[in-house]
């Protein structure tokens, strides 16, 4: 059974302030499938300073770098699909042919969107007598339902990131 008793902050796998885990059961069958690590409020308060602490770097990127991060995102989501597909209907219950198609392809094609938007630099939008400006603004806090896991968290994150923003998850 799977254990991950660290979360990604900062750049890298970090143990959670209180060390506790979190069971994660599989709906149709009511078994314990995997131990994930328990997040606690010192641990988003750690998340929102690595953000920060990242942000001017980030945002400072050329919208073809952020395009290609994004890119390689979605080829290692690609990579994993079935993977995911298959952890997604163990984790939620999804069946196995909305969990691919839906949970994992729609976020698939989500990433190629907003890769392909940051690549077609065209110039500024006028609107009447206003010039629109996309600058970063900050770290962005996503938090996502239980029901669509990886399509919702992937809608925020790519979002965030295509903009020059840093995300807390």
Same mark, same amino acid.
């Given at each position: 059974?799977?254990?991950?008793?660290?979360?990604?902050?900062?750049?890298?796998? /970090?143990?959670?302030?209180?060390?506790?885990?979190? $069971?994660? $059961?599989? @709906?149709?069958? $009511?078994?314990?499938?995997?131990?994930?690590?328990?997040?606690?409020?010192?641990?988003?308060?750690?998340?929102?300073?690595?953000?920060?602490?990242?942000?001017?770097?980030?945002?400072?990127?050329?919208?073809?770098?952020?395009?290609?991060?994004?890119? /390689?995102?979605?080829?290692?989501?690609?990579?994993?699909?079935?993977?995911?597909?298959?952890?997604?209907?163990?984790?939620?219950?999804?069946?196995?042919?909305?969990?691919?198609?839906?949970?994992?392809?729609?976020?698939?094609?989500?990433?190629?969107?907003?890769?392909?938007?940051?690549?077609?630099?065209?110039? @500024?939008?006028?609107?009447?007598?206003?010039?629109?400006?996309?600058?970063?603004?900050?770290?962005?806090?996503?938090?996502?339902?239980?029901?669509?896991?990886?399509?919702?968290?992937?809608?925020?994150?790519?979002?965030?990131?295509?903009?020059?923003?840093?995300?807390?998850?």
């Amino acid at each position: 059974m799977p254990q991950h008793d660290r979360i990604y902050t900062g750049g890298a796998w /970090a143990p959670t302030a209180a060390g506790g885990l979190i $069971e994660v $059961e599989n @709906p149709a069958t $009511e078994t314990i499938v995997a131990r994930v690590a328990e997040a606690t409020a010192p641990d988003v308060d750690r998340a929102v300073r690595d953000a920060r602490a990242g942000f001017a770097e980030w945002s400072g990127r050329s919208r073809g770098d952020r395009a290609d991060h994004l890119a /390689a995102l979605h080829d290692g989501l690609h990579a994993r699909a079935d993977e995911m597909a298959a952890t997604i209907t163990t984790e939620m219950g999804a069946p196995a042919a909305i969990a691919g198609r839906v949970q994992v392809g729609v976020p698939l094609r989500l990433l190629a969107s907003y890769r392909d938007l940051l690549r077609a630099d065209g110039p @500024p939008e006028r609107v009447g007598n206003s010039m629109i400006v996309r600058e970063p603004v900050g770290v962005v806090g996503a938090i996502t339902p239980w029901n669509y896991p990886l399509n919702q968290a992937m809608a925020k994150i790519a979002a965030a990131l295509a903009a020059g923003c840093t995300v807390v998850h």
